[in-house]
């Protein structure tokens, strides 16, 4: 029996079966476990949900210290995408 990595760490997780099942085809159809797949798509979401929130963080301290866009500011940045602001 092979010694487990040092690395990692098991975590147990309730699933739909039918989520499993999924997992489970696309395990067989990529030639990864199913342990490394769920591992990849956690890190995908942990990274995402991360970058989220620090964004929001910086956004929330931005507007703590007063920091807000104007109107012409605003209007200039929608007109960058072809939207037209009224006021």
Same mark, same amino acid.
């Given at each position: 029996?092979?010694?487990?990595?040092?690395? $990692?760490? $098991?975590?147990?997780?309730?699933?739909?079966?039918?989520?499993?099942?999924?997992?489970?085809?696309?395990?067989?159809? $990529?030639?990864? $476990?199913?342990?490394?797949?769920?591992?990849?798509?956690?890190?995908?979401?942990?990274?995402?949900?991360?970058?989220?929130?620090?964004?929001?963080?910086?956004?929330?301290?931005?507007?703590?210290?007063?920091?807000?866009?104007?109107?012409?500011?605003?209007?200039?940045?929608?007109?960058?995408?072809?939207?037209?602001?009224?006021?």
């Amino acid at each position: 029996m092979s010694q487990p990595n040092r690395e $990692t760490a $098991t975590i147990s997780v309730r699933i739909p079966r039918r989520l499993r099942e999924r997992l489970e085809q696309l395990a067989g159809a $990529t030639g990864r $476990t199913k342990s490394y797949l769920a591992a990849e798509a956690l890190q995908a979401y942990i990274e995402r949900e991360a970058w989220q929130i620090a964004a929001i963080q910086k956004g929330v301290e931005a507007a703590e210290r007063g920091e807000f866009a104007d109107d012409e500011e605003v209007k200039r940045r929608f007109a960058r995408w072809g939207v037209e602001v009224e006021g």
